[in-house]
């Protein structure tokens, strides 16, 4: 049963803090949650509704319309690589079909050592930086073919 730690809670508190009502916390209280557990699961979604005292549905709102919550485990390094508009006019999609190949994973799915997840996103809003990638909390703009092979090959 899922449970956050207390250092978790202390940061919920916080979080609760500056907003005015403990709906507009949840964003935040899903984040650390994730931070905790790897993803979102049912479970995880009961224990934040208790903990701000909203409706689990209000957080499976937030759970499944933002593509940064994930509710299945991730690989160690989840790589998100942006095709919309901007990124897919400067090469997007061959860097997407590199690392496909290069990771030898479909979008949403984990490699088999649990090391890599792949995901296809929508604009993650460096338009005037396309092409990029994202790889966890780390950004990569304005990248070439070449680049990404480094930023890949760089990954332990």
């Known amino acids: 049963m899922f449970k956050f730690t207390e250092e978790n809670i202390k940061r919920i508190e916080k979080a609760r803090s500056k907003y005015p009502t403990a709906l507009a916390a949840v964003m935040d209280t ?4 994730q931070e905790q557990n790897g993803f979102i699961s049912n479970e995880v ?3 934040i509704a208790n903990i701000l005292s909203i409706d689990k549905v209000n957080v499976l709102s937030v759970v499944t319309f933002y593509t940064m919550y994930h ?5 160690k390094f989840h ?7 901007s ?5 997007a999609y061959e ?3 590199q690392v496909r190949e290069k990771l030898g994973i479909e979008n949403m799915h984990v490699s088999q050592d649990g090391k890599f997840s792949l995901e296809e996103v929508e604009c993650m809003g460096a338009c005037g930086y396309a092409p990029m990638i994202a790889v966890n909390e780390d950004y990569f703009e304005n990248l070439s073919k070449e680049k990404v092979e480094e930023i890949l090959n760089s990954l332990n």
Do not use: F, H, S
């Open 71 to 75: 509710t299945k485990p991730m690989g």
């Open 79 to 85: 790589v998100q690589v942006c095709t919309n508009v």
């Open 30 to 33: 899903v984040y650390i949650a």
């Open 95 to 97: 860097i997407w079909d």
């Open 87 to 91: 990124c897919m006019l400067r090469g």
């Open 45 to 47: 979604m009961e224990e």
